[in-house]
């Protein structure tokens, strides 16, 4: 078995880290951004929760609204809460 030795120029290696330190930095910014959505979501829906209760309306905490709080943000809980209003369930 031999082993063969291949030269990378060190542009190459400087444009690939450059790459991978902009990617990390999207990463980073975008979960960011949804870890605050979604807590900003999670919390609207437990005030509408608290708020609602005498009127009603309730919206589950579960899976599928964290994702949909955390994607839309506010208007993510005020989506589910006009489908909780008009009485469609969400799973």
Do not use: D, E, R
């Not at 120029?9 to 999207?26: F, K």
């Not at 975008?30 to 708020?51: C, Q, T």
């Not at 209760?53 to 589910?80: D, E, K, R, S």
């Amino acid at each position: 078995m031999t082993v063969v030795a291949v030269s990378i120029p060190s542009w190459v290696l400087l444009v690939a880290g450059i790459i991978l330190i902009l990617l990390a930095v999207a990463l980073v910014y975008w979960l960011k951004n949804f870890l605050a959505n979604s807590l900003l979501g999670v919390a609207a829906l437990l005030v509408i929760n608290y708020l609602g209760a005498g009127l009603g309306l309730n919206v589950p905490l579960n899976l599928i609204t964290v994702l949909v709080c955390g994607v839309l943000g506010l208007a993510g809980a005020g989506l589910l809460l006009l489908l909780a209003f008009f009485g469609i369930k969400i799973v």
